[in-house]
């Protein structure tokens, strides 16, 4: 089981990454002119990240996860388990939402400001935080 651990880890760290620099993507390409070679630079970046390393992270870290819950190496009435579970449902929710951003860029059809993503490049981090802080110090 401490292999599962590891690659729980490992994933998590990976999607992560994915998380906190597509946004980051996002903030040049929404400054970028449509159809511009810059932004079509950042088309392939954006969804290289997101389905190459993004995405697979995700369904592995959610795959692992399950796999400790299903061995039982977890309490599941443990309060910090169902906060640290919001948390990732969250995660989940903003991963698919980066999704979606994507294809409108994909299709030169975004309309938010560059503003906005480097306002939204702050979720993954804060949803890390009370993630490691649930986990590690089992507040409740």
């Known amino acids: 089981m401490e292999w599962v651990k590891a690659l729980h880890v490992i994933a998590v760290i990976a999607w992560m990454a994915g998380m906190m620099y597509l946004p980051r993507l996002f903030v040049y390409h929404a400054e970028s002119q ?17 389905r190459a390393i993004t995405t697979p992270a995700m369904i592995a870290a959610w795959l692992f996860g399950i796999w400790m819950i299903v061995a039982g190496l ?14 990732v449902l969250l995660l989940s929710g903003y991963h698919g939402f980066l999704g979606a951003t994507l294809r409108k860029f994909a299709n030169d059809t975004n309309t938010r400001p560059s503003r906005f993503y480097r306002a939204i490049n702050e979720i993954p981090t804060v949803l890390m935080i009370v993630i490691v802080i649930a986990v590690i110090v089992k507040p409740f």
């Open 34 to 50: 449509p159809g511009s070679i810059q932004s079509e630079t950042f088309k392939i970046m954006e969804r290289r990240l997101y």
């Open 74 to 87: 977890v309490d599941l009435s443990a309060g910090w388990l169902h906060l640290k579970l919001a948390m």
